[in-house]
């Protein structure tokens, strides 16, 4: 490939860059097995909460035999005494997926105070999946679960759960649309209006044409790798700035894997004083992977629209399973009901064919009504076997923890692999190692160019940076070796800078990808040596 096609090349997103050196990578020169780290989707699954799933389905369709019986057709499922009748087909001495239904409903009850038919009726309706979701913005049942789910994972130390209203979604990628959508409709960003997004970031987010669209200017609140990627409150200090209408944060970020410190948070609750109509939306998808996690919401719930998906941590996502929270009281309804006269009136005439009273509406179900484009508002809301499959695996995490996630076997057993996938990576580079609670391990970003300084001094660090494209490295990382990584200046991350991905591969493969990746500077640095005797 010469200069010029790579510098083609590193006008695409990061994600194109890389299905590019896939394909080089599978016929590598050196005939390596193939090892692609640029994949965030998890190499594991929960599978208690499946099974359970399947366990409703089997339970729901012999209920609905009660009331039509007709070949392979039944009928619908009657709730009268349906706890009951649970419990007398789970066989919980042999199955531990029964014992979890069996202990589930019992927690609903005692702990949440929830009424055991009508959430066996819940789950039960809902797998089988006989009737539209209704409520259609979520189940209720499934709103109160979910809530004390993140009460544990996301809210702890804050009583949020009594006031949070909660819209599930087809993952946090269709909250995240959604939330654009309903913000541009609602006047509540407009063409010109600043908005802020921590850096490094997720690359798709850099690259959502409404933020195009709407010609909305960014402002970058960076991290860098000099201090360990933690956010400087500095730059939350740019936010004071009233003009700034919307904070978009991955927290904890990816790629650089780091939870918002408390410095950070301090900064962010002092910011919503000076610039109080600040709306933040925040991506928690990566919560669980640090200890305690403290999120943005939990600091400053009133101006903070949370997302949370299911897909990492239950390694599901394909199932599309996420959530959008929103405090009860919030800034979001508070700016719609500031908006001039004009645009209160139009927005009055767009959703009264929906509601009978549109000018109260709340943002909340705003959301859910043009996620179907408002004439399908009757028909919206997440399917309900994905709303099901989410409280089955919040009740997972519940009844096995009391404190934050942290007493979770299975959480424990995430945080550890994603960890140790880290540290034999980073050993075999001989890099240093952030050990630090606030770090997810989840992915890494490792710089090349300091790697090349450490190991063969300054000189042969700028000839790597100034006689290459930056995306050199990395295709012929894939070519020569067969490691496909992801180019981190797609997510705003500084040249060189390469994002590998701890999830998706057998933990001994990291080892390897290190030892790849010093093997290629090696051959670099050969070649340079080469030159310098000329
Ligand atoms: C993987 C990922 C998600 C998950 O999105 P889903 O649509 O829920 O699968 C969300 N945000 C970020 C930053 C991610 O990396």
Same mark, same amino acid.
């Given at each position: ?332 309804? &508070?700016?719609?009901? =500031?908006? !001039? +006269? *004009? $645009? ?6 767009? #959703? /009264? ?72 990576? &980073?050993?075999?580079? =001989?890099? !240093? +190692? *952030? $050990? ?6 989840? #992915? /890494? ?81 050969? $070649? ?7």
């Amino acid at each position: 490939m010469d200069v010029s096609e790579e510098k083609k090349l590193e006008k695409l997103g990061a994600f194109e860059i890389s299905r590019k050196m896939l394909a080089l990578a599978q016929k590598n020169e050196k005939s390596n097995i193939f090892l692609n780290a640029g994949r965030g989707n998890p190499n594991w699954i929960q599978t208690r909460a499946r099974l359970a799933f399947c366990r409703l389905v089997e339970f729901g369709v012999k209920e609905s035999q009660q009331t039509i019986n007709n070949g392979i057709m039944a009928g619908y499922i009657q709730k009268d005494g349906i706890r009951e009748r649970l419990f007398a087909f789970l066989d919980p001495d042999n199955r531990e997926e029964d014992k979890f239904l069996i202990d589930a409903v019992n927690y609903c009850k005692e702990e949440l105070g929830l009424n055991e038919d009508d959430v066996v009726a819940e789950w039960t309706n809902g797998v089988v999946a006989n009737d539209y979701p209704v409520p259609d913005r979520c189940l209720v049942n499934t709103e109160k679960i979910i809530n004390h789910y993140l009460q544990e994972l996301s809210y702890e130390g804050a009583q949020l759960a009594d006031q949070t209203q909660l819209f599930p979604t087809e993952g946090a990628t269709a909250a995240i649309v959604y939330a654009f959508h309903s913000l541009a409709e609602n006047h509540l960003l407009k063409k010109g209006d600043k908005i802020a997004i921590n850096e490094p970031i997720f690359t798709p987010y850099l690259r959502i044409p409404e933020l195009r669209d709407y010609q909305l200017v960014e402002v970058d609140l960076h991290s860098y790798e000099k201090n360990n990627w933690e956010i400087e409150p500095k730059e939350i200090e740019k936010l004071n700035d009233p003009s700034i209408k919307a904070l978009i944060v991955v927290d904890p970020t990816n790629p650089t894997s780091k939870e918002f410190d408390k410095n950070a948070l301090d900064a962010i609750s002092q910011v919503v004083k000076k610039n109080p109509n600040l709306m933040i939306i925040s991506d928690e998808v990566y919560g669980a992977f640090v200890p305690n996690f403290k999120s943005i919401y939990s600091v400053v719930p009133y101006n903070t629209m949370l997302v949370y998906s299911y897909s990492k941590l239950y390694g599901c996502t394909g199932w599309r399973l996420g959530v959008i929270g929103l405090n009860k009281d919030n800034v979001f309804d &508070h700016n719609i009901a =500031n908006l !001039p +006269e *004009d $645009e209160l009136k139009q927005l009055h005439k767009r #959703y /009264s064919s929906v509601v009978l009273d549109p000018d109260k509406m709340k943002f909340i179900d705003r959301l859910c009504a043009d996620s179907r484009s408002i004439g399908l508002y009757h028909t919206a809301g997440l399917s309900t076997p994905q709303q099901i499959m989410e409280t089955l695996f919040s009740l997972c995490h519940m009844l096995t923890s009391t404190n934050g996630g942290s007493d979770d076997p299975y959480i424990d057993i995430a945080r550890k692999l994603v960890s140790e996938r880290y540290n034999q990576l &980073h050993e075999a580079m =001989n890099a !240093p +190692e *952030d $050990e630090t609670d606030t770090n997810t391990h989840y #992915y /890494s970003l490792i710089d090349i160019y300091r790697l090349a300084e450490k190991k063969y001094g300054k000189k042969f660090r700028d000839y790597l940076a100034d006689d290459f494209q930056q995306v050199d490295f990395l295709l012929e990382l894939a070519k020569k070796n067969g490691v496909v990584l992801v180019d981190g200046v797609g997510f705003g991350a500084k040249p060189g800078e390469l994002r590998v991905s701890q999830a998706n591969l057998p933990t001994d493969d990291y080892a390897l990808i290190g030892k790849q990746v010093m093997e290629l500077l090696k051959e670099y640095h050969e $070649e340079y040596e080469k030159k310098q005797n000329k």
